[in-house]
């Protein structure tokens, strides 16, 4: 929550022309899924996905999950003349792979505006170091994203579709009448219910059968 607010700061000094919706709850097939913010302008739908971490980051757009890696040296009191050196490792879902989602959901509900342009965006709030970070999509530090949205300059729709958009977006947002436990259980469920058919050989999106290949980034 701390990092949203912060990215919520941040994004408070863009132009009056562009219009910031945060913590947005949207229906989907399985559940229920929650964007962080969304940036609606004429140049552009922005979804981004808000991380408030520190330590080095590990992750590309292929892999499931990414890597935190926390060094930190400690000194005690009663052994001053030495340093212990901790490694914390974790492991987080992908956090290209979730913003990637929310775009899906959102293009969905503005099927009416086909040629909107909808951008991905992962920010880190935190003292991250994202140098092992790989990439297609916008994977940034707090202090880019204002320059990021500034980059996109084409228009696309009109001021009266942007308030179209605002409205739908608006409209959809369930936000209120569900709480982030209800909104973790529908993931849980999800996955859950996605897991069991991939183990059952079945398509979770199409029903169709599942024929395991060889690829580049493994099986």
């Keep these: 929550k701390r990092g949203e607010q912060r990215v919520h700061d941040t994004l408070s000094h863009l132009p009056d022309e562009y ?3 945060d913590d947005v709850v949207l229906k989907t097939e399985k559940g229920t899924t929650q964007i962080d913010h969304i940036v609606v302008s004429k140049y552009g739908i922005f979804a981004i996905e ?37 490694v914390t490792k974790n492991h987080f879902y992908n956090p290209v792979k979730q913003s990637v989602g929310h775009v899906f959901r959102v293009k969905e ?8 342009k909808i951008v991905s965006i ?24 204002l320059d990021v949205i500034d980059e996109y300059k084409t228009t696309y729709i009109t001021d009266n579709d942007v308030q179209a ?12 009448t569900v709480s982030d436990s ?9 996955a859950k219910e ?10 979770p999106k199409f029903g169709g059968h599942l024929i395991e290949r060889n690829g580049k980034y493994g099986t």
Excluded at 165 to 176: D, E
């Design 19 to 21: 219009h910031v919706l």
């Design 194 to 203: 996605v897991n069991a058919a991939i183990n059952s050989g079945i398509c």
């Design 182 to 190: 209800q909104h973790v259980k529908n993931i849980r469920k999800a």
């Design 122 to 145: 992962v920010v880190f709030a935190g003292d991250a170091n994202l140098s092992n970070v790989e990439s297609n999509y916008h994977v940034i530090y707090e202090e880019s994203l």
């Design 165 to 176: 958009v605002l409205a739908i977006l608006t409209g959809n947002n369930i936000r209120k």
């Design 50 to 86: 808000t991380k408030n971490y520190r330590g080095m980051i590990y992750g590309d757009d292929n892999c499931k999950e990414w890597s935190q890696l926390i060094v930190t040296k400690v000194t005690y009191a009663k052994k001053w003349w030495k340093t212990y050196t901790y």
């Design 109 to 116: 509900l503005l099927s009416a505006y086909p040629h909107l």
